[in-house]
């Protein structure tokens, strides 16, 4: 099962991208927010867009893990 590996929504506000800003600048819908919030699945666009925001490879944000 893929499990996030860090906790996104401090890393994107470490990045200086607060989750005002993404719902306000349609990077992210809230949806979206609510699903990382959740540690729900991600779409692979979510996926991309996060790589691009913080600047990292996807291994960096999810993992694999053996349920």
């Known amino acids: ?3 996030y590996c860090i906790d996104v929504l401090k890393a994107l506000k470490d990045a200086g991208y607060s ?4 719902l306000k600048e ?7 927010l609510t699903h ?3 540690s ?3 779409s692979w666009k979510t ?3 996060l790589c691009n925001l913080l ?5 960096d944000i999810i ?5």
């Open 1 to 3: 099962m893929l499990v």
């Open 19 to 22: 989750q005002n800003f993404l």
């Open 26 to 32: 349609g990077i992210l819908a809230s949806k979206v």
């Open 36 to 38: 990382i919030r959740r």
């Open 40 to 42: 729900e699945p991600i």
């Open 47 to 49: 996926l991309d867009t």
């Open 55 to 59: 600047r990292c490879q996807p291994g």
């Open 63 to 67: 993992e694999y893990v053996d349920e």
